[in-house]
Every structure is written in structure tokens, then in C-alpha cells.
């Protein structure tokens, strides 16, 4: 379950009582070092809440510095209070519930605020899915977009190497084309590789080495 792999461990997670000052709320969030945490009440997940928002309240009031921290709640200025996502959901629902927002908050089945997924998590994951991890060379090429052809151009680069991360998109330059981008091990023959994959229609048309 990709929630599951991808969210922070519960331990990590920082979270702060709505009722609390914004004073003890720049204190947690000086503690922790993000630059949000997640609200919540009883297990109940109420929302995010940062520097920027304590800032924000802050320019808008015309209470003085020391007031304004100590009497203010951090319910007042809590904001995202829908960015979650159920802890058995998948890529697509975290991707619409990250949207502008730092991190989502993950729920049980019984809606409870278990964990969080964040930005960088996702980064992560995209730097695995491609290789980064590790040294060798990436290839990008463009392939038709035909029932088999990943298929074949798979079994093409593994009689040269093994793919260490592919990421295939859609090839908006060309109608029908899907666009590949993998990486191989740095020893590996890369213009044998290429002679192969244009016997089978593929084009490579960009190789870098890291």
C-alpha cells in the first residue's frame, strides 16, 4: 500500500492541541523544524498550522507581539483542514490531496489522524523510481505507443544491463509516442543498446552519465 511506504513513522510526527498558545506553537515548531505541523484533538486530525500562518494573523491583528502569542489559540489561525488521505489509498489520491499543501494527514478506518505524507516523501519516491540512488547512465528514448512495446523494450536492455529506474511519460512532441526514461549500469554498451532498441523501433535521443 503505497500510503503505507510513504508516510513519516508515527514516532516523527509533531503534532500540537488546537487549544495551545501560538506561543507554545513556535516553540514545537522551533523544536521539530518544520515549517508545519499537523493540529489535532483526541485522535481527531483538525488541520495544519505553521510559521507562516502565526505571521499571517500576526500582520492582520493590532494586538501587541507578546499578547498575540500567549492569548492566541492555535484553532484561530488553523488552516487545511480536509488535506487527508485514507491510509489504504493510492498514488493519485495523495497527488490531489498534496496539492499546495505541505503534507496530508493519514486516517485509519475509523477516520482517526494516524501519520502524515509529505512533499518530500514523494521526492523520494521519485528519485527512486529513477535511479538517483546510484551511479550509471540514463537514457531517454521514445517509443510507439503499441500493446507489447514496453514489454520489448525491456527484453532488449536486459541482454545489455539491468535497469536501475524508468520513468515513462507521455511524449507530447509526438502523437502515439511514449517517452522512457531508465537508467543502466555505467560498464553497460550504450551504443550497442542503442543499435538494439532501433531494431525494435525505439529511438534513443538523449543519454547522460551520473
Given at each position: ?80 483542514k480536509h488535506a487527508t488521505v485514507h491510509e489504504e489509498g493510492n498514488i493519485e489520491d495523495i497527488l ?77 512532441a509526438d502523437f502515439g509516442y511514449r517517452r522512457v526514461s531508465f537508467k543502466v549500469a555505467p560498464e ?23
Open positions: 500500500m503505497i500510503v503505507q511506504q510513504l508516510k513519516l513513522e508515527a514516532h516523527k510526527v509533531v503534532t500540537i492541541e488546537p487549544q495551545a498558545s501560538l506561543k507554545d506553537l513556535l516553540a514545537a515548531l522551533d523544536h521539530c523544524g518544520f515549517q508545519h505541523i499537523p493540529v489535532v484533538a483526541d485522535g481527531v486530525f483538525c488541520g495544519m498550522v505553521g510559521y507562516a500562518d502565526v505571521h499571517k494573523a500576526f500582520f492582520e491583528s493590532d494586538v501587541a507581539k507578546d499578547q498575540f502569542l500567549t492569548e492566541t489559540k492555535v484553532e484561530a489561525i488553523t488552516v487545511n490531489k490531496a498534496i496539492d499546495r499543501v505541505p503534507f496530508i494527514a493519514v486516517l485509519d478506518g475509523e477516520g482517526a489522524f494516524t501519520s502524515i505524507v509529505t512533499r518530500n516523501s514523494l521526492y523520494e519516491m521519485l528519485r527512486d523510481a529513477l535511479g538517483m540512488h546510484q551511479p550509471g547512465i540514463r537514457l531517454t528514448v521514445s517509443m510507439p505507443e503499441m500493446q507489447g512495446s514496453l514489454l520489448k523494450f525491456a527484453e532488449v536492455v536486459r541482454k545489455h544491463s539491468n535497469i536501475f529506474g524508468m520513468l515513462v511519460l507521455d511524449d507530447n553497460a554498451n550504450v551504443d550497442a543498446i542503442t543499435e538494439d532498441l532501433r531494431s525494435v523501433g525505439v529511438r534513443v535521443f538523449h543519454v547522460t552519465t551520473r
